[in-house]
């Protein structure tokens, strides 16, 4: 097989595989009862300051017993999308109130990599049924129905003391708690089927407490990550909320909010840059092998070319030496 023709094979799989898209509105619908499991995946560690995207468990974060890598089409590729499990248990409409995933002794590398992150604002991504995770943030806070989503969440906060007395500055706080919030809809009120519409997350910093045994959340109260004192404990103690909550959304609108998210103009120019130099390098690499295929197929027909010139009769020019007669004369 021709290598072009290979390449169209290939593309072709990849075009026709990329339908089925986690970030693609207009896949196939799919309904919950009541206490299902729900599957909720981690992806990558995202910065609008480093630009440098990172694997989920790149970092310490609590592990399931086993990780899988879950299937990804071209375009998931193509944006360093990185699709693994994750510890966390939904059931559907059930709620959750500091659950507890794990406590965990950290090294002061460990601790170190998680300042870090925070220091270059990294954020976390998440998907639930096909959404990305979302934090919902208010222009006003008076006003709590004009907002703005941001795509994920962040890792951690930095100290500031004039926006909250509880974060002094030169103090990192990790976001070791999540409340996540699930909008579903229900299309037939009689049936126990519902549709997952909306996916948020909320995520804080906070300290928990172990009383008889059992870890307990302290909503106003949180520790500091940042080295600066090396007598603070490394363990951090995760955990989550689950809250479902219903909505009028229907499945085909329930992209429109995400889609108002608030962009970055250096973050859009520089996907423009990228997906320019992509288009340039997927025509250097078909026009590379257009070339190549053409010059295996002219150099052929040179060489068919010059065996006709072989085999064709030569004529030849010069006069015939053979004497003749003139008049009675033999000339030559």
Known sequence: ???LTIFVVVLSFFLLHSS?????????????????????????????????????YYLPFPQPKSL????????EILRGDRIMNSVYNLKMLQNKKCEIIKSIDFSQKQIYNFDRFIEDEYRVNMILDNLPAMTRQNYDPNDKTVFKYLPGFPLGIKGDIDQDPLTPKNENYLNNHLELKILYHTPDKDEDLHQIVGFEVNAKS????????NWICQEDSRTPITQ?????????VW??????????????????????????????????????????????????????????????YDQENELLNLKKPRHSTALDDT??????????
């Open 323 to 332: 004497p003749t007669e003139t008049g009675g004369v033999k000339t030559r």
């Open 68 to 75: 899988q890598l879950q299937p990804e089409n071209l375009g």
């Open 20 to 56: 089925h898209c986690f970030y693609l509105p207009g896949v196939p619908i799919e309904n919950f009862s009541e206490g299902q499991s729900v599957n909720l995946f981690v992806n990558k560690l995202t910065s609008s300051k480093t630009l440098i995207p990172y694997d989920y």
């Open 239 to 300: 955990s989550y909320d689950v809250i479902w909550e219903s909505s009028d959304i229907k499945w085909e609108n329930r992209w429109d909010s995400f889609l108002m998210k608030e962009t970055n103009s250096n973050n859009h120019l520089y996907s423009v840059i990228n997906s320019i130099l992509l288009v340039l390098a997927l025509s250097t690499v078909v026009i590379g092998i257009i070339y190549r295929a053409l010059k295996k197929d002219l150099k052929k």
């Open 206 to 213: 906070m300290s928990h407490k172990k009383i008889r045994g």
């Open 1 to 3: 097989m021709k290598p």
């Open 228 to 236: 600066n004192n090396k007598a603070r404990g490394n363990r951090i």
